[in-house]
């Protein structure tokens, strides 16, 4: 029988070898019984493992696709456009789409907008699009291919930054729809 150490420093240590144990940090991605993670599964159903970040704290999966993710808290990703995911995220997977959506929102301008489905281009393995009952954006999918790391919240200096991002590209638009208002006008 191995003899158990009573002495001081091996309780002061027990608390550090349970922190560095695997099974209970952030580092460690949920799995289902077979172990397999969330990242396994998404490429099963042909959707990148990117689309969901690197802090899943757990996952459940129904027989009908209906899942569940939790993760470690709120998050925002930058891809194309800033994507945020609440600490809870649901929806149905089938091959290729991910259908009644809800914890994910995508940045776009100013706005906020609410993600109800992600779905794979059919007529393109190169694009992925979010759609919500206000917008529909296309987005390369070589963004997806790789799991990104979340961050808790936007800082004021990088809410400035997005602030100032959007404004250029408000007035971006704004050139463009006066440019060719000037072009059509002149033409009829």
Same mark, same amino acid.
């Given at each position: 029988?191995?003899p ?20 209970s940090g ?7 019984s ?11 159903y042909?959707?990148?493992p990117g689309? /969901? ?5 757990? +996952?459940?999966l129904?027989? &009908?696709?209906?899942?569940?993710? $939790? @993760? ?11 994507v945020?995911?609440?600490p ?5 997977v089938k091959y290729g ?5 809800q ?9 906020w ?5 992600i779905? /794979? ?5 190169? +694009?992925?699009?979010?759609? &919500?009952?206000?917008?529909?954006? $296309? @987005?390369r ?16 200096l ?6 100032a ?5 408000v007035?971006?638009?704004?050139v ?13």
């Open positions: 029988m191995f158990f150490p009573n002495t001081p420093a091996f309780l002061l240590l027990l608390p550090l070898l349970f922190l560095l144990s695997p099974a952030a580092g460690s991605p949920a799995s289902l077979n172990g397999t993670t969330v990242y396994d599964l998404l490429p099963e042909g959707l990148p689309i /969901l970040p690197d802090t899943v704290k757990s +996952f459940s129904a027989s &009908g696709g209906r899942f569940v993710t $939790k @993760l470690y808290g709120t998050c925002y990703v930058d891809f194309e456009y800033v945020y995911y609440e809870r995220v649901s929806g149905v789409a991910i259908d009644e959506l914890g994910v929102q995508i940045r776009r301008y100013l706005a907008f609410n993600v109800d489905t779905r /794979l281009d059919p007529s393109s393995s190169d +694009f992925i699009y979010f759609e &919500g009952s206000w917008i529909t954006l $296309k @987005l999918i070589d963004q997806f291919q790789t799991v990104h790391s979340c961050r808790g919240s936007l800082s004021l990088d809410r400035a930054k997005e602030v991002r959007s404004m250029f590209e007035m971006h638009f704004c463009v729809v006066a440019f060719l208002h000037l072009n059509f006008d002149g033409v009829m």
